[in-house]
């Protein structure tokens, strides 16, 4: 059985990402897949700006911060992540941003989804996530999960996605859970 990290790509105290998270969660366990789904907030490792001596891919998976130690456990002992990205100026948030440059060889080699939300649909936010992913040796899957501000959330708080992203959801959740299997092989 494989672990899916569904990680969480915002932190201010008013965000709906969590909802996202929560709701892709809940499709995911109702799929009946040979996987296990949790979510990872990134609010609950509360990082400081980036800026330690070594760059992760030279520290051995040993931090300076114990924050930083946890976050590295955690994402190593999952196989694959489906992000949930809000789009701020056209790209990911910085504090997910932050997030994933923290560690570094505990990304490489699994698989991982994108569910973007925003104004139009997230695309550049997850156009800029696949090549920040792809940087860390993790392989992206298509589709993407895409939902709109407009008409999957009510008056822009709350989430309540249209049934016509299901089909989607359902790729991008069964693609990531296969492909976390076969990466699992090479790691």
């Given at each position: 059985?494989?672990?899916?990290?569904?990680i969480t790509g915002?932190?201010?105290?008013?965000?709906?990402?969590?909802?996202?998270a929560e709701w892709?969660?809940?499709?995911?366990?109702?799929?009946?897949?040979?996987?296990?789904?949790?979510?990872?907030?990134?609010?609950?490792?509360?990082?400081?700006?980036?800026?330690?001596?070594?760059?992760?891919?030279?520290?051995?998976?040993?931090?300076?911060?114990?924050?930083?130690?946890?976050?590295?456990?955690?994402?190593?002992?999952?196989?694959?992540?489906?992000?949930?990205?809000?789009?701020?100026?056209?790209?990911?948030?910085?504090?997910?941003?932050?997030?994933?440059?923290?560690?570094?060889?505990?990304?490489?080699?699994?698989?991982?989804?994108?569910?973007?939300?925003?104004?139009?649909?997230?695309?550049?936010?997850?156009?800029?996530?696949?090549?920040i992913l792809g940087?860390?040796?993790?392989?992206?899957?298509?589709?993407?999960?895409?939902?709109?501000?407009?008409?999957?959330?009510?008056?822009?708080?709350?989430?309540?996605?249209?049934?016509?992203?299901?089909?989607?959801?359902?790729?991008?959740?069964?693609?990531?859970?296969?492909?976390?299997?076969?990466?699992?092989?090479?790691?």
């Amino acid at each position: 059985m494989v672990k899916i990290g569904i990680i969480t790509g915002s932190t201010r105290p008013a965000r709906v990402n969590l909802q996202v998270a929560e709701w892709v969660k809940d499709f995911a366990e109702k799929m009946d897949l040979d996987a296990q789904f949790e979510i990872v907030d990134i609010k609950e490792y509360d990082f400081p700006m980036f800026n330690e001596d070594v760059p992760p891919a030279m520290a051995n998976k040993e931090y300076s911060q114990d924050t930083v130690n946890a976050w590295s456990q955690k994402i190593d002992e999952l196989d694959g992540f489906i992000f949930i990205t809000p789009e701020y100026n056209k790209s990911i948030t910085s504090s997910l941003k932050n997030a994933i440059d923290y560690i570094g060889p505990e990304w490489g080699n699994k698989a991982a989804g994108i569910v973007g939300y925003g104004s139009t649909l997230a695309v550049a936010a997850t156009l800029s996530l696949r090549q920040i992913l792809g940087n860390l040796n993790i392989a992206t899957v298509t589709p993407f999960g895409a939902f709109s501000l407009f008409t999957d959330f009510e008056n822009m708080t709350t989430f309540k996605p249209a049934e016509i992203h299901n089909a989607t959801m359902e790729n991008v959740i069964t693609t990531t859970v296969n492909w976390s299997k076969g990466l699992k092989t090479i790691r």
